[in-house]
């Protein structure tokens, strides 16, 4: 029997990757087949190129982490709003974050406006589109006349290293799923059993190791965006170092009805010693290869030399722009230059923002703790100042006067602050008494991919999934756990990460908890908005992060649309959460939706709901 596809309009343009249309699958092609166009599998793969656009919509459909019309996730709303960095209040309905997580309403029986609100809704996500479309190609590439066989081999792997992901991305929100071994069609029997969560990350480092040996290290300009050696071994780091983690590898289970779906039931130290040994396998080719690094600051001034602000452009290099050295895996859904205004619209349009909770976590540009006990109403208490200090050879200019930043750098890039230039030139919203401050902010608003200037957003866009500060600092965790403490290369990793953006090596001598603790901080400071946060959250069973109430910062500013002086408060940030009197660790992972398991193919549901 032939099989069928409906063909994606797809151009592989000049800067990567692109898909131009959308391609209705249906519970993520599970129990529905894909429309038909009438092309057949032998018009499809009558050549590379016709092969390469089937190859290409797995690509388009990967995980994609901003806001956009790709996906409604979440309603709409950041996956970040529900950690401890960011607070949500869109308010609208079909919001997640205030519908289904704060007010705790979340439940498998979604209905209406409230299904899609979810971090992950399960048969409705794009996952199993990416797998089929891999299977696809991989079951008929070998169909292609005077393919060139290395050629061949490298796309073969590529669509592997797609598969690894988007199962990879199924594990951290739902743990062991249904593994499929082939292009599903639409009138074979629908019987797919839930996978344990031994065997699906099993089969995702599978995936990452055969695909490994037939791809490059990295990749000409004109590929960039396409899978490499870097992207699989980087993959598998991450998925071992979760699988690891103490949620999930413990003798203790996380929650009394988890079983082998969810976890694996004991602890094992030689699950630790596989990630190290998948870091040192990443580690050796870089050592080999070259090419992955991370941005450094560039002198903007001679005379001045290197600046707050200089550190603070490094850090954005590397996650911006297409085709940085620190880009292992990047997911291009367009070109266009206003493909993420969504993203930013959020922070237009509600009164969302980031947490002072999280703010407080950011040092003084010279590496020591902010104070917890600042003294916000009385700033001439401290002679710092929290975010700007006066200075005529700063780099920050609000109404003829210029200023220098006193934190780390990657606060200002995370968060917009009082003060800071924001998203078009003008002075940010986020003090009281601007002109277009919103109700509800705690404070703060988001930066991160808004940035401060029209001209930042002049460039293709792309969700850096993986970069290469999360390779160095997974490979220092995967140490630290391995070797009872810190080894010389799980320090110089870590400082590197610190030492970009102009902070001070780690203190040294540092017990394993210590540096454990020190590490986790360094990922929430490294990988706002990168969707890091939820996930170490998940892994490391961080109770304290879902039951701590959120506090704000009330400004008060000296003009209603470009103030220099401020007067601060603290105050607690609205909406408050359930989980902060009733957590329970169900939420660890999402539920499955009633109507997927009442299809009985095969899948079961998560602990607690």
């Known amino acids: 029997m032939k099989k069928f596809i409906q063909i994606l309009s797809i151009a592989l343009l000049g800067a990567g990757l692109v898909a131009c249309e959308s391609l209705k699958l249906g519970d993520a092609g599970l129990s529905k087949a894909p429309e038909?166009?009438?092309?057949?599998?032998?018009?499809?793969?009558?050549?590379?190129?016709?092969?390469?656009?089937?190859?290409?919509?797995?690509?388009?459909?990967?995980?994609?982490?901003?806001?956009?019309?790709?996906?409604?996730k979440m309603g709409g709303d950041f996956l970040e709003s529900i950690t401890d960095h960011f607070i949500s209040n869109k308010h609208s309905d079909n919001d997640g974050p205030n519908n289904l997580y704060y007010s705790g309403?979340?439940?498998?029986?979604?209905?209406?406006?409230?299904?899609?609100?979810?971090n992950y809704r399960y048969g409705s996500e794009k996952d199993y589109t990416v797998i089929r479309y891999a299977w696809l190609f991989l079951e008929n590439a070998d169909r292609i006349p005077n393919a060139d066989p290395a050629l061949l081999a490298r796309k073969k792997a590529e669509a592997k290293v797609c598969m690894a992901i988007a199962y990879a991305n199924m594990l951290r929100y739902l743990g062991g799923v249904p593994i499929l071994d082939h292009a599903v069609e639409a009138d074979e029997e629908m019987k797919y059993p839930r996978n344990t969560f031994a065997e699906t990350v099993d089969f995702i480092v599978k995936l990452c190791d055969e695909a490994a040996p037939d791809l490059p290290w990295s990749v000409a300009a004109a590929d960039d965006g396409r899978m490499t050696r870097a992207a699989a071994l980087g993959l598998k780091l991450r998925i071992l170092c979760f699988a690891a983690s103490p949620t999930f590898n413990s003798d203790t289970k996380w929650h009394p009805d988890a079983d082998e779906y969810t976890c694996y039931g004991n602890y094992d130290h030689g699950r630790w010693a596989a990630a190290?040994?998948?870091?040192?396998?990443?580690?050796?080719?870089?050592?080999?290869?070259?090419?992955?690094?991370?941005?450094?600051?560039?002198?903007?001034?001679?005379?001045?030399?290197?600046?707050?602000?200089d550190y603070r452009l490094a850090y954005r290099r590397g996650y911006v722009n297409r085709g940085s050295t620190e880009s292992i895996i990047s997911i291009r859904k367009s070109n266009s230059t206003s493909y993420h205004d969504n993203h930013f619209e959020v922070q237009g349009s509600y009164g969302s923002g980031c947490s002072l909770n999280w703010v407080n976590k950011f040092p003084w540009a010279?590496?020591?703790?902010?104070?917890?006990?600042?003294?916000?109403?009385?700033?001439?208490?401290?002679?710092?100042?929290?975010?700007?200090?006066?200075?005529?050879?700063?780099?920050?200019?609000?109404?003829?006067?210029t200023f220098t930043?006193?934190?780390?750098?990657?606060?200002?890039?995370?968060?917009?602050?009082?003060?800071?230039?924001?998203?078009?030139?003008?002075?940010?919203?986020?003090?009281?008494?601007?002109?277009?401050?919103?109700?509800g902010c705690p404070g703060f608003?988001?930066?991160k991919f808004v940035m401060q200037q029209n001209s930042d957003r002049s460039n293709p866009p792309h969700w850096c999934m993986m970069r290469f500060a999360e390779v160095l600092l997974n490979a220092a965790e995967a140490y630290n756990e391995a070797d009872g403490g810190p080894t010389d290369k799980a320090y110089s990793y870590v400082n590197a990460v610190r030492n970009r953006v102009g902070l001070p090596n780690l203190p040294e001598d540092m017990t394993q908890e210590e540096?454990?603790?020190?590490?986790?901080?360094?990922?929430?400071?490294?990988?706002?908005?990168?969707?890091?946060?939820?996930?170490?959250?998940?892994r490391w069973g961080l109770t304290e992060a879902f039951t701590t109430p959120l506090k704000g910062l009330t400004s008060i500013g000296d003009s209603p649309t470009a103030a220099t002086v401020f007067k601060f408060k603290e105050k607690e940030a609205?909406?408050?959460?359930?989980?902060?009197?009733?957590?329970?660790?169900?939420?660890?992972?999402?539920?499955?939706?009633?109507?997927?398991?009442?299809?009985?193919?095969?899948?079961?549901?998560?602990?607690?709901?």
């Open 36 to 72: 038909t166009s009438g092309a057949t599998i032998d018009t499809l793969f009558a050549s590379i190129t016709d092969a390469d656009k089937v190859l290409t919509t797995a690509y388009y459909y990967l995980p994609y982490g901003l806001l956009t019309d790709f996906d409604s």
């Open 105 to 118: 309403g979340l439940s498998a029986n979604l209905t209406g406006s409230y299904a899609g609100g979810e």
């Open 276 to 309: 190290k040994a998948a870091a040192d396998e990443f580690m050796k080719e870089q050592l080999s290869n070259g090419f992955y690094a991370l941005e450094q600051a560039t002198v903007a001034d001679p005379v001045k030399g290197i600046q707050p602000r």
């Open 366 to 401: 010279n590496g020591e703790p902010f104070p917890e006990d600042f003294p916000w109403e009385d700033k001439g208490a401290w002679p710092e100042h929290p975010f700007f200090k006066p200075d005529p050879n700063g780099t920050l200019k609000v109404n003829n006067a």
């Open 405 to 439: 930043e006193t934190r780390d750098p990657r606060l200002y890039e995370n968060v917009c602050v009082p003060g800071d230039i924001w998203r078009d030139g003008s002075v940010g919203r986020c003090y009281d008494n601007h002109k277009y401050h919103q109700d």
């Open 445 to 447: 608003t988001m930066m």
């Open 515 to 538: 540096f454990r603790k020190a590490l986790i901080l360094e990922r929430e400071l490294e990988f706002g908005f990168e969707e890091v946060r939820w996930f170490d959250m998940v």
């Open 574 to 609: 609205y909406p408050p959460r359930k989980w902060y009197t009733d957590f329970n660790t169900k939420w660890y992972l999402a539920p499955i939706p009633a109507i997927e398991i009442n299809k009985d193919y095969g899948m079961t549901q998560n602990p607690g709901w």
